[in-house]
């Protein structure tokens, strides 16, 4: 008896004990200082056509709403694409990371990478997680969840570190997997 309590009592110190390479968890006091509001619901419906303009919730950048009825792959792209589409990656329980730097930015959009690098994996060993410009943000740089949004100035890595603890937490459709 006493050795099982003797375990029991361990296990529970080391379940509650961090370390310095435990991820932040969204209620852990490494993310405290970072807020995650939960957008208000909306229309996950698809629309007809990608190029839509009743894409999205209505915010800058939308992060739900109607989206078109496919997604995009999981990588990183250096092109724009259609808000409507990754909305649909977002619904998926998918982080979209974005950038707006007409001047370029390699180093910060490597940080959305190595973002991308922690993201959930899917059942196909793909990370669920995309990086793509979008010259219509309001600062330079966003972490989307579905319903979720963060935006930055520079990236943050260990806000966004927080903001992958919510990942899948309030999607639609949550853990479905991504191609590459």
Not at 28 to 47: I, K, M, N, W
Not at 91 to 105: D, I, K, Q
Not at 127 to 142: E, G
């Amino acid at each position: 008896m006493t050795r099982a309590l003797s375990a029991l009592l361990l296990s529970l110190c080391l379940a509650c004990g961090s370390t310095n390479d435990d991820p932040p968890n969204p209620g852990g006091e490494a993310c405290q200082r970072y807020s995650f509001p939960l957008s208000d619901t909306s229309s996950s419906s698809h629309v007809s056509s990608c190029s839509s303009t009743g894409c999205g919730n209505g915010e800058n950048p939308p992060n739900s709403g109607m989206h078109c009825p496919t997604w995009l792959s999981c990588r990183s792209f250096d092109t724009e694409q259609p808000r409507c589409s990754w909305i649909h990656n977002l619904e998926h329980g998918h982080a979209v990371f974005l950038y707006n730097c007409p001047e370029g930015c390699p180093d910060e959009v490597a940080k959305l990478e190595d973002a991308m690098a922690k993201a959930a994996v899917g059942s196909n060993g793909v990370r669920r997680a995309l990086v793509a410009p979008d010259s219509q943000l309001p600062k330079r740089f966003a972490a989307l969840l579905w319903r979720r949004t963060y935006l930055m100035d520079a990236v943050d890595p260990d806000a966004i570190t927080c903001l992958l603890a919510l990942q899948d937490v309030d999607a639609n459709e949550p853990g479905l997997t991504c191609p590459q």
